[in-house]
């Protein structure tokens, strides 16, 4: 039998950090692969040549990575995206095979761990106990999670497990999607009037929305507006969701206590950005949601799994909504 | 019917505070009960006079209340405690009756809220993305919770419940205790030996231990040494438990990171308290283990309830473990 030919299209994240656990994880699938990085990849000096285009089975890809035009590529039966957010890559008009997106245990875990994290940080007031220790013994208590509300808007993979995590602490979380969606123990929210009602009861807001043209800067002065006067924003989704002239408005006002940002609209953030020095914004710098290559490789391997086997394969782009 | 005759005596949590709590929590319990605050607690000016000595059937008490004699209290069914721990109390010779520490799930949530902070906290490396805004973007993406050795030191009510938060989260729990205690997805450990496998491991070390002979500065020089270089201690239990030279040594050499604290030998922590100014160390004002009024309050009555029916009492110390 012939290997399957899988063509590694990334430059961040890289061929050297992925080319060992994507090996071990199509051995572990019993996948007979023959792997090989793009033209333009960073490579190492003995990676080999790559694959004709029209003989490519699989690309697993990076948004960043060297392939563009995905015409060529007559054989493939479908990309496989490194990361979660596949704006950069769904309105590519080449890309007609199926894309898939990545859905990386890891990741989720990640995730979960930065939310809540940052959750518990701003719920117990830990700030000035980190950052001043002025000798005065000033004993207060925070409020009982039971009594902190907490609205995630974006309920997919991410959003619907730091759900979880927030109620099996005792928050009440409000989760808000675009279509209808249930989960135990969270009110859910859908819809234009769902979304005002949803920020209206946060405390702590969490921004988990894919990025698509209805969730483009839809954290406006409107919607900061809709919060209550000191609610806390945290945004480890994407950041275009974020007006970011509005946010820096209602962070002078007072209405935003604290933003606590993951993502921006450009990254690396550029030194003079104003969320840098700013008191009331912590950047940290698109840490919340990384890929770990160990779990993220065997989820492409079982997906390659599946497509050779005639199964479908897992999240599937819906390329009319965009993600 | 005779009303329930009860004493209230505390200083902190105070009269004022806890009066409508309990009267509330009573009289939900149906519990006839005629409440007084002790002479020389914190006075409101039409508080009613405190009962007889002995025509008192229980005592709420904290150990700073002004009854330290139990011995006139010949009617005396139970004495219940308004904190969690009883070192201040249990020692009290005066004290025959039943003793009975509080267990108040508003403190078990705050204490389980206040670690898994901190925990994540540390586990995040968050600091330095709080204090510092550098302008410089440099991504290092922490371990995920599941490659991050927890151990709990103590594994009574607060030990247990924070040991099913962090393994809900997918930290690797040990939790170590002095009598053999089992919990599900947590390794559980007990005695000298145990104690010392218990250290080793763990890159995170809680402790929430009852302050007895046995457990003062159980957290020495010797057992700072076995834990690996770099571990971050959190201590929301006891003051008492650690070594406060030793772990200071321990914080110069790097063999400890960081240490949070919010317990202390003597409270409030002196000013001049080499731990306020010290860059490792973290002080929060014995905020981890508040009792709750609203909750509390119900723990009392029901313990009253069950001496009224002749069930047995809830969470009564081992006078001779001493707690």
Known sequence: ?????????????????????????????????????????????????????????????????????????????AVLNLWAGVEAIAPNKTLTQPLARMVDPGLTEGMVEWVTGHVLRHHLWLDPQITGQTGAWRPVVPPLARDRPVTILGMGELGSACAEALTSLRFPVTGWSRRAKTQEGVRCLWGDDGLAAALESAQIVVLLLPLTAQTESLIDARALARLPRGAVLLNPGRGGLIDDDALLAALETGQIDHATLDVFRTEPLPPEHPYWAHPKVTVTPHVASATRAGSASRAVAENIRRGESGAPFLNLVDRVAGY
Do not use: Q
């Open 1 to 77: 039998m012939m290997p399957i030919n899988v063509l590694f299209s990334a430059r961040t994240p890289r061929w050297s950090e992925y080319e060992a656990p994507l090996r071990a994880a199509f051995a572990d699938a019993g996948l007979d692969v023959d792997l090989r990085p793009a033209a333009g990849t960073t490579r190492v000096a003995d990676a080999p040549p790559p694959h004709a285009d029209e003989e490519v089975d699989y690309i697993v890809c990076a948004p960043n990575g060297s392939v563009t035009d995905f015409g060529p590529f007559t054989r493939t039966k």
